[in-house]
């Protein structure tokens, strides 16, 4: 038989694409430690896993139907093709059949029935999980656009980076978060760790995360909440055993006060700097921008805006709407020598 | 022209009218033809001018951190397009296709009401233009902004006076309230055109689907659209009389505004697609030349459907932190909707399942359709399915899914019912050299930019991102989707020249190229101001070929 139109060749080279993409995506390409690439099927945590797993079933199920219908679809095209030299005759006129309807009712049925259950079992798994008593409990507060992050139980402030430690099946240390919002609504996602929940005012919502390989977790605020909604990103930093204790004791501390910094130290509380940021030990209490106390423990500026560099400070502080177009911290137009001084002192903040 | 002027021309008029004369004649008429005309080119216009802010948009996204346009302008973008694209494409195409098309298939000579009928079309145009010129006017009033920038659905506070300042949320809200009644009345005039203007013995059972579908869509329009004129009536209160329903600063609720935005927003999905299955639901059967299979049985899913819809909103929302049981409910009742879905892809595979098919374009569109239709169904399952979709939602992923409805489902069967009805609203063909390239790039455009597309949601990009950096595993595949619009641009541009062309040296159509059986093709193409000289009396839901075929009439096995 002569292979139709070539129309429909088409079609099946983009199906095969879409399962080969789908399958590729899938595949666990790295077996160890997280990469910048935030495959959801590619887990490093209970909730995020039992996703994938869940995952597994629903898209087995589609591809069959759709293996299926395209092959009917195929099928019919091609054998009940317009073919040349037709004797020019209407086909047999057949208008429909009650029993067949029935089928191909009641089948669909059943399946959703047995999806339905699946379902319902893996949302209560991950959604009505209570914390143990050794969890972590942690507050996550979306602001436009970066992310404060507080730790009542530990009295620490922090920004952008969520830190917290492996859980292990010797000693499980899931981490239950409480997301608020300070302005609009936002969604805190890190697709390796969990799948996302909104970050609503008003509202509280929670999520909880358990971590079982340690490394650096990207993810990105998922709800648009304004000019720079791209540029509120995510990262989870998961420690080590006893790693994670050593942080938190670092970050306790009050800010450092070396004396060669005195002049940008000078500089910073001369000028409207402490109405928005918070330097634990200082008079500087502002709550609208990050806690900075120790700014130069994190990994990037501006909510994964820039790298922290000193290159990248200088250049945030000189003008940080170059760097984050829209955000609303201001250029405070420092002379260069105020600059440098600021600069310094900012780097002392470790 | 209408009422102020009864007689008929039989000849041509020797001068053409003036351009000032034929412009008077567009603005006054309540012919339903005209205005559905109206409606359809004004709604394709929509189509490129959303369709070119869509390209800016791929042009940015195509490599990571760059910067064709700035952070705000990149949210206009995406705001001005997803709001064009739904109120001012899709709505007024349903618009124009049941205007045009629901009168001459019941035998009606018009729409039951022929003024509200041009007042919707002019309410629409109004509010269509209104969103546009918040380009210019809403900096030009207070200084703030230009077009709105909070994203289609306007997801409260973001919406507030705090967080948005101007006037461009005004223009949102007033554009969508102004086109919403306009919407309402054409729905109204629908219904009421289908209940009490069929012709003699059309009962309606034997109506043809399109218009089944086409009223079922006007029900929904009247349940679905109040809920978003009262949010957007709310939200005007919140913004300028000190009301407090969205704003949590006060106590208000953000989780409200969602529940209204999709209670309407859901079964919208709905209203722009059954009527591309109500022109699927034409093609297919006459191009396969056999009847639809399972008349009633499509007629009880589309209502089926219609019913469903309007409990499954909140699967917009299963990130937001509903209870379990909340998550439990929407996922089955959503997953519930593929059921009547299903049906109807089987009854249209049963349809062209031992007949004759014929690939005539319009009925090439209907198989794109059906293949595509068919993957946006098993996406949109997946994210049904609550713990996916808690990874899915809000990402390309969706933007993919909701595309692929929209696009690869509904735009293609658009496609499909303009190439299979030009020839009957104009009176000549459009040519098949062009549709087919049209056809083609756009496919294969389409496929290039949506299929692709899934793939960076699972890898976890979110929507509405204005750019992403390097490293993500995004780069390659934002190119390829980017790349994909180049066809898509070529396909729109074949398609506009076809209809350019066409319309002054197409080879002229007849009354019935399609050798097809609903009453449009008993009267002349163009048809006559008032459709029909008789008007027909039918006796099943095959007019045309009971006439063709007088010793194996339709109506024998009614």
Excluded at chain 2, 273 to 291: Q, T
Excluded at chain 2, 336 to 350: D, Q, R
Excluded at chain 2, 365 to 382: E, K, P
Excluded at chain 2, 417 to 430: D, H, N, Q, S, V
């Amino acid at each position: 038989m002569q292979f139709f139109i070539p129309n429909n060749c088409r079609l099946i080279n983009k199906a095969w694409f879409i399962f080969f993409a789908l399958g590729l995506s899938a595949a666990p390409v790295f077996a160890d430690g997280p990469s910048g690439v935030t495959n959801i099927f590619k887990t490093y945590s209970t909730p995020a896993r039992a996703i994938a797993n869940y995952t597994i079933l629903i898209l087995a199920v589609c591809a069959v139907i759709f293996v299926i219908v395209t092959g009917l679809l195929f099928y019919t095209v091609a054998r009940f093709r317009h073919r040349r030299g037709d004797d020019g005759r209407e086909p047999a006129q057949v208008y429909g059949s009650n029993q067949i309807e029935l089928a191909w009712t009641v089948i669909p049925i059943l399946i959703v029935f047995v999806l339905s259950l699946v379902t319902a079992r893996t949302i209560a798994e991950v959604q009505n999980a209570g914390p143990p008593s050794k969890a972590l409990k942690v507050t996550v507060v979306g602001h436009q656009w970066w992310w404060e992050i507080r730790y009542p139980d530990l009295n620490i402030v922090t920004a952008n980076e969520l830190h917290v430690p492996v859980s292990e099946t010797a000693q499980p240390r899931p981490s239950f978060l409480s997301l608020e919002s300070a302005d609009v609504a936002h969604s805190f996602w890190v697709p390796q760790l969990a799948g996302k929940t909104d970050v609503i005012p008003n509202r509280d919502n929670r999520m909880w995360i358990e971590p079982t390989t340690p490394g650096t977790y990207l993810g990105n605020c998922a709800e648009y909440c304004g000019t720079q909604h791209a540029r509120m990103l995510i990262r989870v930093i998961v420690h080590p055993a006893g790693e994670f204790e050593k942080w938190a004791a670092a970050q306790q501390s009050d800010a450092g006060n070396d004396a060669q910094a005195k002049a940008g130290r000078d500089v910073f509380f001369s000028t409207s700097c402490v109405n928005c940021h918070t330097i634990k030990g200082t008079e500087a209490r502002g709550k609208f921008g990050p806690d900075l106390t120790h700014l130069m423990s994190r990994q990037t500026l501006g909510s994964g805006a820039a790298l922290n560099t000193p290159e990248e400070v200088r250049a945030w502080v000189r003008n940080p709407q170059s760097l984050k177009q829209g955000c609303y911290m201001p250029d405070m137009q420092l002379t260069d020598e105020e600059m440098d001084q600021l600069v310094r002192y900012l780097l002392t903040l470790n | 022209m209408g009422a102020a002027n009864p007689e008929i021309p039989l000849t041509r008029p020797l001068v053409s009218p003036s351009i000032v004369t034929r412009l008077h004649a567009l603005v006054v008429t309540v012919d339903h033809k005209k205005l559905g005309l109206m409606y359809i080119s004004s709604a394709l216009f929509f189509l490129v001018v959303a369709g070119l802010m869509a390209s800016v948009i791929r042009l940015q996204l195509a490599v990571p951190n760059s910067n064709v346009v700035a952070p705000d302008t990149f949210n206009r973008l995406f705001t001005v397009h997803g709001t064009a694209m739904v109120f001012f494409v899709g709505m007024p195409i349903v618009a124009g296709l049941s205007n045009y098309l629901v009168p001459l298939m019941i035998g009606a000579r018009d729409m039951a009401f022929p003024r509200l009928n041009a007042f919707g079309f002019w309410m629409f145009l109004f509010g269509a233009v209104l969103l546009y010129f918040s380009y210019i006017g809403a900096p030009g009033m207070s200084g703030h902004g230009s077009a709105p920038d909070v994203g289609w659905f306007a997801y409260a506070p973001l919406t507030g006076r705090a967080f948005s300042r101007g006037n461009s949320t005004d223009y949102w809200t007033l554009s969508l309230l102004v086109s919403g009644i306009g919407s309402l009345a054409s729905a109204t005039n629908v219904i009421a055109t289908v209940f009490s203007m069929r012709c003699k013995g059309m009962t309606l059972m034997r109506m043809p689907l399109f218009v089944w579908m086409m009223v079922v869509v006007s029900g929904m329009m009247l349940v679905a659209l109040p809920p978003l004129t009262a949010a957007q009536i709310m939200l005007l209160v919140d913004r300028y009389l000190g009301g407090n329903f969205f704003n949590t600063q006060a106590g208000g609720s953000a989780v409200l505004w969602q529940h209204f935005f999709w209670i309407f927003g859901h079964p919208e999905v709905y209203i722009l697609m059954i009527p591309g299955f109500a022109c699927a639901s034409e093609i297919i059967p006459v191009f396969s030349r056999k009847p639809i299979f399972g008349y009633s049985a499509m007629v009880g899913a589309t209502t089926m459907i219609a019913f469903v819809s309007m409990g499954v909103w909140a699967h917009h929302m299963f990130s937001v932190g509903m209870t379990s049981v909340g998550n439990t409910f929407f996922m089955v009742s959503t997953m519930m909707i593929s059921v009547p879905t299903g049906i109807k892809i089987f009854n249209w595979l049963a349809t062209m399942y031992g007949g004759k098919i014929r690939f005539e374009l319009p009925m090439l569109c209907c198989l794109a359709f059906l293949f595509q239709f068919l993957i946006a169904g098993l996406t949109g399952i997946m994210l049904a399915a609550v713990p996916l979709d808690w990874q899915l939602t809000d990402s390309y992923f969706v933007v993919a899914h909701f595309h692929y409805v929209l696009i690869g489902g509904m735009l293609f069967c658009i496609f499909g019912g303009i190439y299979y009805w030009f020839p009957k609203a104009t009176g000549r063909m459009l040519n098949r050299k062009l549709g087919l390239w049209h056809v083609a790039l756009f496919f294969i455009g389409f496929h290039l930019t949506f299929d692709t597309m899934h793939i960076p949601g699972l890898l976890g990009m979110p929507r509405r991102i204005y750019t992403y950096d390097a490293g993500r595993g995004w780069n390659t595949l934002n190119l390829i989707t980017s790349i994909g619009v180049i066809f898509q641009i070529a396909g729109i541009a074949c398609l506009a020249l076809n209809i350019l062309i066409s319309l002054r040296k197409g080879s002229k159509a007849g009354d019935d190229p399609w050798d097809a059986w609903t009453l449009e093709w008993a009267t002349t193409s163009p048809p006559p101001e008032y459709n029909f000289e008789t008007v027909p009396v039918v006796r099943s839901a095959r007019p045309l070929w009971d006439l063709k075929h007088p010793e194996d009439p339709d109506w024998k096995y009614e």
